[in-house]
């Protein structure tokens, strides 16, 4: 069974390397062969078993990506305002300035749809008087529907992905809206009371999250402080919660049956195991019902089902496959989750456990429980490191430390009389539950100082830059640790040395100069790369409720590629040109800035030379702020013997102010002007350029129709070819001796199939 198990996991990784899902037909076929090769298992049964076992995997994998993407929207209801009924399923998420609302769209226009697809809606500024939709209830939405995608750079969150695991098909903004039916689930009115009780407390929502799965409550602040001393695992519900009430309600149910059993002849027919077992398994279920079912509650809840059934039958297996048996289940339950960093991250660090206890002789004699726990640690992270700085952007340098004064607090103090406070007040016992939750939120409130401390130490924080080398040094510290064969050990470490040789010789021989033009939705941020420098033309916008792009999209950029900024030029005062500005220059102290609002206007004639790129500013003509559209920063970079055009946010007007004056803007590549705006890109102008390739920096789901039609009309009687943001994220420009080569590295062909456009 568990080597049918390995090939039907092999054969669903494979359906996450493929670029497009398994049409329907072809899905159809691979499940006719399937049938077929089952149906005549006789002879040769292990290969043929295996054989099936792969097949049975893809159809899994393939059958869920596209019944996935079918219930995706059809595009002509993006963009535009329509009435929608929604049947909400998810609490609430209450900000400042808006609610954030998931549930299932039933109907578009009166039109039922079926499938359901999922969506998010983001309601800004609603009424005061109306209260926030209630999971259980159904209501009718004024709406703007977007595809379901986000940012793609390099080094930056993939939102789109975390979309698909979450199982979300659509995207929207909420106008307005009615409440039609429905009621507030039990979930839901458990979560008000519980908020009304904690809305005084300043630790309120880290109780909430480890009781009700809700985190919406938990501040930025203590989210960075969490997140930056390595304590963020335990405010998500795990295996190890799931594993604490099943160990508690075990102990607890064994001493009542043997209780009950008061006779000699009743507890010596009494399985006290047998009961306590079943007991736990039901209160972990209610205990993921609490949390809402969520991602990765389930994903818990079926890992720790599978260990606690082969417990309750006794069954002896190797840890190993109880691992292999639980990481079916868990893609068995929820088809998506090696999308999300949780599911890596669990799997990783249950897996480093069970080689520990597999290779690795028990710790005895004094204190061997604490020199247990801090080796524990120890390993968990140094093996987890690669993973947490990728996901993460950083790695957190005392978290072992940390985690070894904090858990067992958090395990036998917080999250008991949490859990006992939320029974209380579940049977309407509100004073005792008060009493209860204001007692586990205590030792949050003395460690708080300290875990600030540390979380603000810069020392304490290794950035992804930064931690990258010691990626490689604590795997090879962890593979001289491991207790295996000295030849092994040897063969690594030589194996280490020269895999950084080569990358430092593919480093220094690597002279060529990127232009990066980053995904950063409507807005425009470009960075060209040289060594380890950069130059920077433009931040991004900074959204009071959406985010700084320069935080989402140009930091982790540059901290991936591990790039300093030099040099940086805005082009004007718009938000989505200027936006980041005060984010990156708080960043990096030492840049050199042009443009509106960053002290030294742009200004025609002025020139420079950053290394092999040199640079001419072109318009404005005249001493201005940079402030409006057409006195936009117009750059032109030459590059070797190519050159490139940033024009920024000017209209034809200014255009046709840069001909007049005979302005050098014939370019091999064209940023287009204004996003793709038909206020922009005139013919006369376009054939003044003659660019061989044109870019356009915009947002999929923005509200002005860019790129315009009648602009992409004119490229194509041209015969320029274009590459958009929004249609494949961060665009890359290679320029060599040789020449220059294009790409979409998060848009080729050789993309998985979740890394498509929809």
């Given at each position: 069974?568990?080597?049918?198990?390995?090939?039907?996991?092999?054969?669903?990784?494979?359906?996450?390397?493929?670029?497009?899902?398994?049409?329907?037909?072809?899905?159809?076929?691979?499940?006719?062969?399937?049938?077929?090769?089952?149906?005549?298992?006789?002879?040769?049964?292990?290969?043929?078993?295996?054989?099936?076992?792969?097949?049975?995997?893809?159809?899994?994998?393939?059958?869920?990506?596209?019944?996935?993407?079918?219930?995706?929207?059809?595009?002509e209801r993006y963009g535009v305002t329509l009435p929608i009924e929604v049947a909400v399923q998810s609490i609430t998420q209450v900000e400042q300035h808006f609610w954030r609302i998931e549930g299932k769209l039933v109907a578009v226009r009166g039109e039922p749809q079926r499938p359901a697809p999922r969506v998010r809606l983001n309601w800004y500024q609603p009424p005061p008087a109306l209260s926030p939709p209630a999971a259980g209830t159904r209501w009718l939405f004024e709406a703007r529907l977007r595809a379901p995608q986000g940012v793609r750079n390099d080094g930056g969150f993939l939102y789109h992905r975390y979309l698909i695991g979450q199982g979300i098909q659509a995207l929207g903004t909420i106008r307005s809206g009615q409440w039609l039916a429905g009621q507030p689930t039990y979930r839901q009115r458990l979560f008000d009371r519980m908020a009304q009780l904690l809305q005084e407390s300043p630790h309120g929502g880290i109780l909430q999250a480890l009781t009700l799965g809700e985190r919406q409550q938990i501040?930025?602040?203590?989210?960075?402080?969490?997140?930056?001393?390595?304590?963020?695992?335990?405010?998500?519900?795990?295996?190890?919660?799931?594993?604490?009430?099943?160990?508690?309600?075990?102990?607890?149910?064994?001493?009542?049956?043997?209780?009950?059993?008061?006779?000699?002849?009743?507890?010596?027919?009494?399985?006290?195991?047998?009961?306590?077992?079943?007991?736990?398994?039901?209160a972990t279920f209610y205990y993921a019902s609490l949390a809402g079912f969520a991602t990765a509650t389930v994903r818990a809840f079926a890992m720790f089902s599978v260990l606690l059934v082969h417990k309750y039958y006794a069954v002896h297996t190797p840890p190993s496959r109880v691992l292999l048996r639980a990481v079916a289940v868990v893609v068995l339950v929820e088809p998506m989750a090696p999308l999300q960093a949780g599911f890596w991250l669990s799997v990783g660090a249950v897996a480093t456990i069970l080689m520990m206890h597999w290779r690795w002789p028990v710790i005895r004699g004094k204190w061997a429980w604490l020199r247990s726990l801090w080796r524990l640690e120890w390993v968990l992270t140094l093996a987890l490191w690669p993973l947490t700085a990728l996901w993460f952007g950083g790695v957190?340098?005392?978290?072992?430390?940390?985690?070894?004064?904090?858990?067992?607090?958090?395990?036998?103090?917080?999250?008991?009389?949490?859990?006992?406070?939320?029974?209380?007040?579940?049977?309407?016992?509100?004073?005792?539950?008060?009493?209860?939750?204001?007692?586990?939120?205590?030792?949050?409130?003395?460690?708080?100082?300290?875990?600030?401390?540390?979380?603000?130490?810069?020392?304490?924080?290794?950035?992804?830059?930064?931690?990258?080398?010691?990626?490689?040094?604590?795997?090879?510290?962890?593979?001289?640790?491991?207790?295996?064969?000295?030849?092994?050990?040897?063969?690594?470490?030589?194996?280490?040395?020269?895999?950084?040789?080569?990358?430092?010789?593919?480093?220094?021989?690597?002279?060529?100069?990127?232009?990066?033009?980053?995904?950063?939705?409507?807005?425009?941020?470009?960075?060209?790369?040289?060594?380890?420098?950069?130059?920077?033309?433009?931040?991004?916008?900074?959204?009071?409720?959406?985010?700084?792009?320069?935080?989402?999209?140009?930091?982790?950029?540059?901290?991936?590629?591990?790039?300093?900024?030099?040099?940086?030029?805005?082009?004007?005062?718009?938000?989505?040109h200027l936006g980041g500005y005060t984010l990156l220059a708080a960043r990096y102290p030492h840049l050199r800035w042009f443009g509106s609002g960053t002290g030294l206007p742009c200004t025609a004639g002025q020139t420079g030379q950053w290394r092999r790129v040199s640079w001419q500013v072109l318009h404005p003509?005249?001493?201005?702020?940079?402030?409006?559209?057409?006195?936009?920063?117009?750059?032109?970079?030459?590059?070797?013997?190519?050159?490139?055009?940033?024009?920024?946010?000017?209209?034809?007007?200014?255009?046709?102010?840069?001909?007049?004056?005979?302005?050098?803007?014939?370019?091999?590549?064209?940023?287009?002007?204004?996003?793709?705006?038909?206020?922009?890109?005139?013919?006369?102008?376009?054939?003044?350029?003659?660019?061989?390739?044109?870019?356009?920096?915009?947002?999929?789901?923005?509200?002005?129709?860019?790129?315009?039609?009648?602009?992409?009309?004119?490229?194509?009687?041209?015969?320029?070819?274009?590459?958009?943001?929004?249609?494949?994220?961060?665009i890359t420009v290679r320029f060599e001796a040789q020449g220059w080569t294009v790409e979409q590295p998060w848009a080729g062909r050789g993309r998985p199939w979740f890394d498509a456009d929809n």
């Open positions: 069974m568990d080597r049918w198990l390995s090939a039907a996991l092999t054969g669903y990784a494979l359906t996450f390397f493929m670029s497009q899902p398994i049409l329907l037909l072809q899905w159809s076929l691979v499940l006719g062969i399937t049938g077929i090769i089952a149906s005549n298992l006789a002879p040769l049964y292990l290969n043929r078993a295996l054989i099936v076992g792969v097949l049975c995997g893809i159809v899994w994998g393939s059958g869920n990506s596209y019944f996935h993407q079918l219930a995706q929207l059809p595009p501040s930025r602040e203590q989210w960075m402080i969490y997140q930056r001393t390595g304590l963020a695992h335990l405010i998500a519900i795990s295996g190890l919660h799931l594993s604490l009430v099943a160990a508690g309600v075990i102990w607890l149910g064994q001493r009542l049956v043997r209780q009950r059993a008061s006779h000699r002849s009743r507890r010596e027919t009494m399985n006290s195991w047998y009961w306590a077992t079943l007991i736990a398994l039901v957190p340098v005392l978290a072992p430390l940390v985690n070894l004064v904090v858990i067992p607090l958090v395990s036998f103090w917080v999250l008991p009389l949490a859990l006992l406070g939320t029974l209380a007040l579940i049977v309407t016992a509100e004073p005792l539950a008060a009493v209860l939750l204001h007692w586990a939120e205590l030792p949050l409130t003395l460690l708080t100082p300290l875990l600030t401390t540390l979380a603000h130490a810069p020392w304490q924080w290794l950035p992804t830059h930064v931690s990258g080398a010691g990626v490689g040094l604590s795997l090879l510290l962890l593979s001289w640790l491991w207790p295996w064969r000295w030849r092994y050990k040897v063969a690594t470490s030589i194996g280490f040395v020269l895999l950084q040789l080569v990358s430092v010789e593919l480093q220094q021989r690597d002279a060529s100069v990127k232009l990066h033009v980053l995904d950063v939705e409507q807005g425009s941020a470009i960075v060209i790369q040289q060594g380890q420098e950069a130059l920077l033309i433009d931040t991004g916008a900074n959204w009071a409720l959406g985010g700084s792009m320069a935080e989402r999209a140009i930091i982790p950029f540059l901290e991936q590629h591990r790039l300093t900024p030099k040099i940086a030029f805005v082009s004007h005062r718009d938000n989505d003509r005249r001493v201005t702020e940079n402030r409006h559209n057409d006195e936009s920063c117009v750059i032109r970079l030459q590059i070797g013997d190519a050159s490139v055009l940033v024009p920024g946010d000017i209209t034809y007007r200014a255009e046709r102010q840069l001909l007049a004056y005979v302005a050098p803007v014939a370019s091999d590549i064209l940023v287009l002007a204004h996003h793709g705006s038909n206020s922009s890109s005139e013919e006369i102008f376009l054939r003044a350029v003659q660019p061989q390739l044109a870019l356009a920096s915009r947002g999929r789901n923005n509200a002005y129709g860019m790129v315009a039609e009648p602009v992409k009309e004119r490229l194509r009687q041209l015969q320029i070819p274009l590459l958009d943001t929004a249609l494949g994220g961060q």
